[in-house]
């Protein structure tokens, strides 16, 4: 874990906004093209995924060994702020990943989109070529027939050498594949795990209005569109309590 980086329940976040960070991916970026390193990994832990790291150790190694964490969640950062560690706001995964891929179509940088239903990546892909001119889409491969072996997905999105790879499996097996195929990622610039950023920028989830966002209710917004979200309403609940305990402790 980085030294300056904000730990809210063990995870550490790195205290970035959301400019802060595509820059630093676009950085990374730029840094291993034509190279062999280790691709940049990106992880946007939320109340959801600390939960599960509490209880996964190797979930909460994966993710602090990442080479950026950021706060997707308004949970994360409100936990940060209540334990008075604050952190300078959410930097959400989403965009995050629109904000790099804006600065590396300037330099005809590249994009590969892994995950979601099919069709759906291909469609992300496209999306954000067309947003961003100069953007170069190298492929993209579902989360299912696609992921029916993990390791021959990785050595050939490895082989095509992304600048931008876009892993969109859902957690926590976005983050163990990102680890776990590190190697066979050599030379690709970075791995940003999203969970279902292809669903929306396939248009087959809508994403939260800007004032619901600005009220922090996008969590709610999920569940009314996505109803299947609601069984994580006990874990989001339990976090809140939870760190808001540990506040009432150090008192």
Not at 32 to 51: D, F, I, K
Request: with cysteine; net charge positive; charged share 25%.
């Amino acid at each position: 874990m980085s030294t300056d980086r904000i730990a809210v329940c063990g995870i550490g976040f790195d205290p970035l906004t959301e400019e802060a960070a595509a820059q630093a991916v676009a950085a990374a970026v730029r840094g291993r093209r034509g190279g062999e390193e280790l691709p940049l990994r990106v992880v946007t832990p939320n109340p959801l995924m600390a939960r599960l790291a509490a209880r996964e150790p190797r979930f909460m190694e994966v993710l602090n060994s990442s080479g950026l964490v950021l706060a997707d969640g308004t949970g994360i950062v409100g936990a940060a702020s209540r334990q008075g560690t604050p952190l300078p706001g959410r930097a959400t995964g989403i965009g995050t990943a629109e904000k790099a891929a804006s600065l590396l179509a300037g330099e005809h940088g590249s994009v590969f989109i892994l995950g979601a239903k099919p069709g759906r990546a291909a469609a992300a892909a496209e999306e954000l070529a067309s947003r961003y001119p100069g953007l170069r889409v190298l492929g993209s491969a579902d989360g299912y027939g696609d992921m029916s072996d993990p390791d021959a997905a990785a050595r050939a999105v490895g082989s095509l050498r992304p600048d931008l790879l876009i892993v969109c499996l859902g957690m926590p097996a976005q983050e163990y594949w990102a680890a776990d195929h590190a190697e066979a990622l050599r030379g690709t610039g970075a791995v940003m795990c999203l969970g279902g950023a292809a669903d929306v920028w396939s248009g087959a989830v809508r994403p939260a209005p800007a004032r619901v966002r600005a009220a922090r209710l996008e969590w709610l917004w999920r569940m009314a569109v996505e109803p299947r979200r609601f069984a994580a309403l006990p874990e989001l609940i339990a976090f809140r309590i939870g760190t808001r305990r540990r506040l009432f402790r150090r008192r």
